[in-house]
């Protein structure tokens, strides 16, 4: 029996797409988009962040060196968290529907802008009894530790809990760490998946 739902956040809740801030960025930097992905994806930064090595003021400086560029931390913000889509991908009253019934905890690698600012502006984020984030935690999908945390979120066995998330690899750290999981495809894929577990939102 199912007890609890976890859910990943990005492209699981909430879809994003980077080409949007390497855009905006490289309209500050004077580098190409493509540039910008480079120098960013290549240098281990944002891992570090996600991972909660420094806080958000040390990655915008740090980023800064990394494009050679200076912008005003409001901005920096907004640009980071350009990259998120304005809809959901999943029905806010359905998570709202699940936690009437079962508990349920978001479980995500993440940093301190991007979940701030999507808590604020995405009302489907309020429907939690716990946020499991990498940058808190101190590691990220797939080790173990951020999965430990999650069942310890959970209040059941690992076999009681049930996990979506959109990365393959993710997916097999959660199997295992015991939990039933499966990869997010659509929305109503995972309708299936849960209704097949007994678990309702009705």
């Given at each position: 029996?199912?007890?609890?739902v976890?859910?990943?956040?990005?492209?699981?809740?909430?879809?994003?797409?980077?080409?949007?801030?390497?855009r905006?960025?490289?309209?500050?930097?004077g580098?190409?988009?493509?540039?910008?992905?480079?120098?960013?994806?290549?240098?281990?930064?944002?891992?570090?962040?996600?991972?909660?090595?420094?806080?958000?003021?040390?990655?915008?400086?740090?980023?800064?060196?990394?494009l050679?560029?200076?912008?005003?931390?409001?901005?920096?913000?907004?640009?980071?968290?350009?990259?998120?889509?304005?809809?959901?991908?999943?029905?806010?009253?359905?998570?709202?529907?699940?936690?009437?019934?079962?508990?349920?905890?978001?479980?995500?690698?993440?940093?301190?802008?991007?979940?701030?600012?999507?808590?604020?502006?995405?009302?489907?984020?309020?429907?939690?009894?716990?946020?499991?984030?990498?940058?808190?935690?101190?590691?990220?999908?797939?080790?173990?530790?951020?999965?430990?945390?999650?069942i310890?979120?959970?209040?059941?066995?690992?076999?009681?809990?049930?996990?979506?998330?959109?990365?393959?690899?993710?997916?097999?750290?959660?199997?295992?760490?015991?939990?039933d999981?499966?990869?997010?495809?659509?929305?109503?894929?995972?309708?299936?998946?849960?209704?097949?577990?007994?678990?309702?939102?009705?």
């Amino acid at each position: 029996m199912i007890r609890c739902v976890i859910f990943d956040l990005g492209r699981v809740l909430v879809p994003f797409d980077f080409q949007i801030g390497y855009r905006l960025m490289s309209e500050h930097c004077g580098l190409t988009p493509e540039e910008v992905r480079r120098r960013i994806s290549s240098d281990g930064l944002v891992k570090g962040f996600e991972s909660g090595e420094f806080d958000e003021f040390e990655f915008h400086r740090r980023l800064e060196g990394l494009l050679e560029t200076k912008v005003t931390h409001e901005r920096f913000r907004e640009i980071w968290y350009s990259v998120f889509l304005p809809h959901t991908l999943i029905p806010e009253s359905m998570v709202a529907g699940i936690r009437r019934n079962l508990r349920t905890v978001l479980l995500s690698n993440t940093n301190p802008i991007h979940y701030s600012m999507l808590y604020e502006r995405f009302p489907i984020l309020r429907h939690f009894d716990a946020y499991i984030l990498s940058h808190e935690v101190g590691a990220m999908k797939p080790l173990p530790k951020i999965y430990e945390a999650a069942i310890r979120a959970a209040g059941c066995e690992p076999a009681e809990c049930f996990f979506t998330d959109d990365v393959p690899e993710y997916v097999e750290g959660a199997k295992r760490a015991g939990i039933d999981a499966v990869q997010f495809e659509s929305c109503e894929q995972i309708q299936r998946e849960l209704k097949a577990r007994g678990v309702s939102w009705d």
